[in-house]
């Protein structure tokens, strides 16, 4: 398996980074909406959307680094 | 998609060697199979070029937005930093996993102990509170004579290691001494050092 050319990798650090600072702004703004109307300006629901956003970012983004050293099935039936 | 069904006579041991025929069907819609398809011969199969790809949407990358492109240009801002974390971590994580090897070894050492390794043990360690005891009203005392008659008592019963110890120590030492009185010439005398420089250019 070739390792990733730095350029790659750049792209999808700047991929990853993107998604990670829309995830993580659109958690928050959801946490904050939900705090104000339905939870009384509690703390936890702008905790729990930043952080669901933030994880669902790392996801994507750990599946996105790992894709290259993946052998896809349609790959692998050629 | 071409789906490939080999005759009766394929199935051998010597399939490179013997001539077979193989026949391939073209790509047949639903309920067409009872249908004539046409049949391939061995030679238009292309054993060795792999089958044109599809241009599918999910494999053409999208384009790089102005999020994106804003985080590509501060990354390469902040990449001389990333740079010199990243070699900072290389250069301290081995130090951190010897460190933490040598407690495992403590460890794995301590759970099956040598016969006479806790009564050596206790004497060190009285010892050390002998130097404690001895080392009243003085803070300095108190550090040097602990240390100094625990480390005495420790090498009349391991004198092997306390000379190995010793020596490197010894030539650890000898060589900062050397490299910091170098370090402390060149800070002091800068000027005599780059008037020889040019007295040994200018000469012939």
């Given at each position: 398996m070739f390792s990733m050319s730095e350029k790659e990798l750049g792209k999808k650090w700047d991929r990853c980074l993107a998604d990670g600072a829309i995830k993580l702004g659109t958690g928050l703004g959801l946490g904050i909406v939900f705090s104000v109307l339905f939870f009384k300006r509690h703390t936890w629901p702008i905790s729990f959307g930043s952080g669901a956003g933030l994880g669902m970012a790392y996801a994507n983004c750990q599946n996105d680094l790992r894709s290259h050293y993946l052998l896809h099935r349609r790959e692998k039936e050629q | 998609m071409l789906k490939v069904t080999a005759g009766t006579s394929v199935m051998s041991g010597r399939t490179f060697l013997s001539p077979f025929t193989v026949f391939a069907a073209a790509?047949?819609?639903?309920?067409?199979?009872g249908a004539s398809v046409p049949l391939l011969q061995l030679e238009d199969l292309s054993l060795y070029a792999a089958a044109p790809r599809e241009s599918s949407p999910a494999s053409v990358e999208p384009?790089?937005?102005?999020?994106?492109?804003?985080?590509?240009?501060?990354?390469?801002?902040?990449?001389?930093?990333?740079?010199w974390c990243q070699d900072t971590y290389n250069t301290i994580e081995p130090r951190v996993q010897s460190v933490l090897q040598r407690g495992y070894d403590t460890y794995?050492?301590?759970q099956n102990p040598p016969k006479d390794f806790y009564p050596r043990a206790g004497v060190i360690g009285f010892t050390g509170v002998l130097g404690l005891l001895l080392a009243r009203r003085s803070r300095a005392k108190r550090l040097i004579y602990p240390a100094g008659l625990m480390?005495?008592?420790?090498?009349?019963?391991?004198?092997?290691?306390?000379?190995a110890i010793v020596k490197t120590a010894g030539d650890s030492v000898y060589e900062r001494a050397v490299h910091s009185y170098a370090a402390v010439e060149k800070?002091?005398?800068p000027q005599s050092k780059g008037e020889k420089v040019t007295g040994s250019e200018t000469k012939p």
């Open positions: - | 790509a047949a819609g639903d309920g067409e199979r384009e790089a937005g102005e999020l994106e492109q804003s985080v590509a240009t501060l990354r390469k801002l902040v990449e001389p930093y990333t740079a794995a050492y301590l480390s005495v008592s420790a090498s009349l019963y391991y004198p092997e290691k306390a000379a800070m002091l005398n």
